[in-house]
C-alpha cells in the first residue's frame, strides 16, 4: 500500500465518521468510539489517531499521522486479520463492538464503490454470554437519594433513576428542554430521535431547584457548557460509595433500575419502549428480567402449594 493509498483509506474513514454524524445523526459519544474503533484498524498504515471535533452542531475529523514511516504495505484483508489478532484479548462485547465499526466502514466504501469487494463479509463475530445487568433494588436507590444532599448531584441522579435517561441524555439537557406546564422533559436521544419523558415530583423539583445561573448558562447540569459523562460517572460512584453500596455503581446502572422497577410494578413494556427512547421493541426486551426476589415473592404469592402447610395438608389428603 503506497503512501498516497494509506492517505486515501484513512481520508475515507474520515468521511464515512462525517457520513454518521450529518447523516446518520449519530451521537458525539458514539462518533468518538467509532473514530477510536477505526482508528485502531488504521494503526498498521501509520495512523496515530483520528481526532473528532464538534463545534455549532456540526462535525469534522482530523487524522494525526504516526512519527515513524511505515515501511510495509497492507491489504484491506491484512488490516482485518491483524485487527482480529489485536482483539482477541478483549471481552466479545468489545470485540463485536469494534467489529461493528469497522464492518459497517467497509461496507459503506463498497457501496460508493471505493472498494471492488466487500470486504466487512471477513469479519467475524464471537458469540457473547447472556449476563443479567447490574441494577440495584428500590431500597438501596432510596438510600441513594438519603445519602446526597440536594444539588446538581442528587439532580443528576434523579434523572437518571426517576426519568431513566443514558448518562449523555442528562448531561446534554438544557433549560430550554423543560415543558413546565406537565413536568416533563424533551429529550434528544439516539439517533437524534426526540421524545418527551415525564418526570417524578421528587425528580422534577429537584431540576426546578437548581439555579439557573447567568443568561449563557444554556445546560442544566453544566452551565455554559454540558456536563462531561466522565464527571457524571464519577458522581454516581461517589454517591454509590456514600450510600454504602455492595457493588460500584454506574449510571446505566440507575437507567436499568429503573426499567426494572416499572416492570415489576406493571408497566407495560411498549410504553417502557417509548419511555427508554429504544427505537424497536428488541432493544427493551433486555430489560425484562426479574430480580429473584420478585420471582419468589411471585411464585409464594399464587403457587397453589404455596398457601401455608395447614391448607397444603388437607388438600392432600386421601379422600
Not at 484479548?89 to 463492538?97: E, F, L, T, Y
Not at 391448607?311 to 389428603?317: E, F, I, N, R, V
Request: overall charge positive; glycine content about 6%.
Amino acid at each position: 500500500m503506497s503512501p498516497t493509498d494509506r492517505h486515501l483509506l484513512a481520508n475515507l474513514a474520515c468521511k464515512y465518521l462525517k457520513y454518521l454524524s450529518r447523516t446518520r445523526t449519530s451521537s458525539d459519544h458514539t462518533s468518538k468510539s467509532y473514530a477510536n474503533d477505526l482508528s485502531q484498524f488504521l494503526s498498521p498504515v501509520g495512523v496515530e489517531k483520528i481526532l473528532p471535533t464538534f463545534e455549532s452542531g456540526l462535525s469534522s475529523f482530523q487524522i494525526q499521522w504516526k512519527e515513524s514511516t511505515v515501511s510495509e504495505s497492507f491489504s484491506p484483508l491484512e488490516l482485518i486479520r491483524l485487527a482480529q489478532e489485536n482483539w482477541s484479548a478483549m471481552s466479545p462485547a468489545s470485540r463485536n463492538r469494534k467489529a461493528a465499526a469497522v464492518r459497517g466502514f467497509l461496507k459503506w466504501a463498497f457501496a460508493e464503490k471505493h472498494f471492488d469487494e466487500d470486504w466487512s463479509t471477513r469479519l467475524v463475530s464471537c458469540k457473547v454470554p447472556q449476563k443479567l445487568p447490574h441494577f440495584i433494588s428500590v431500597d438501596e436507590a432510596l438510600s441513594l437519594l438519603r445519602a446526597l444532599p440536594p444539588g446538581r448531584e442528587r439532580t443528576l441522579v434523579l434523572l437518571l433513576y426517576g426519568g431513566g435517561l443514558r448518562v449523555s441524555e442528562a448531561c446534554g439537557l438544557r433549560w430550554k428542554d423543560l415543558v413546565r406546564d406537565s413536568k416533563s422533559l424533551r429529550v434528544m436521544g439516539k439517533g437524534g430521535r426526540e421524545r418527551v419523558v415525564a418526570l417524578p415530583d421528587l425528580a422534577w423539583e429537584a431540576v426546578v431547584a437548581l439555579p439557573q445561573g447567568g443568561s449563557s448558562a444554556t445546560y442544566i447540569l453544566g452551565g455554559e457548557r454540558p456536563l462531561s459523562t466522565r464527571a457524571a460517572y464519577e458522581m454516581v460512584r461517589t454517591g454509590g460509595a456514600r450510600a454504602g453500596l455492595l457493588r460500584p455503581l454506574h449510571p446505566h446502572a440507575l437507567r436499568h433500575s429503573y426499567a426494572t422497577h416499572l416492570l415489576t410494578s406493571g408497566a407495560d413494556l411498549r410504553v417502557l419502549q417509548e419511555l427508554l427512547g429504544h427505537r424497536s421493541l428488541a432493544a427493551t426486551q433486555k430489560y425484562t428480567h426479574l430480580s429473584l426476589d420478585h420471582l419468589a415473592r411471585a411464585m409464594e404469592k399464587h403457587h397453589p402449594l404455596s398457601a401455608g402447610p395447614q391448607y397444603q395438608a388437607s388438600k392432600l389428603k386421601k379422600p
